[in-house]
């Protein structure tokens, strides 16, 4: 079993930053892909970034992809979502989220990570 504790979100206005931190009690960090998604009201659950096991492969949401910047520390069990230039469409809860998997082949469907965190909500204001 993961828990995953994710951290740092919070009010913004339109053009600012935020990092989010999620952290995760395993020994085996390094044998899972991470990833985060986020779920506004009324709307389903989206992908927004993937990380590879050694964080040498990132994915990302064609909506994200420039703005936010997903980075991981195996030495501390943590991930990180660098989210810049934000936007009031950004708001959400946002989730990580894990994946028993050290291929090559990051994922972006959610049925296919195994751990979740409670989630963190972004609120950007225009």
């Known amino acids: 079993q993961v828990r995953l504790v994710e951290s740092g979100g919070g009010l913004v206005q339109a053009g600012g930053s935020l990092r989010l931190s999620c952290a995760a009690s395993?020994?085996?960090?390094?044998?899972?892909?991470m990833g985060w998604f986020r779920q506004a009201p009324g709307k389903e659950r989206e992908f927004v970034a993937a990380?590879?096991?050694?964080?040498?492969?990132?994915l990302y949401a064609d909506s994200v992809k420039g703005r936010f910047t997903i980075s991981r520390d195996n030495s501390k069990n943590t991930e990180y979502l660098q989210m810049n230039s934000l936007k009031p469409e950004d708001t959400a809860v946002y989730y990580c989220?894990?994946?028993?998997?050290?291929?090559?082949?990051?994922?972006?469907?959610?049925?296919?990570?195994?751990?979740w965190g409670q989630g963190t909500q972004v609120t950007v204001s225009s």
């Open positions: 989220a894990a994946d028993y998997y050290r291929g090559t082949r990051l994922k972006y469907f959610f049925r296919d990570y195994e751990y």
């Open positions: 395993t020994v085996t960090f390094d044998f899972y892909t």
């Open positions: 990380i590879s096991w050694n964080g040498g492969i990132t």
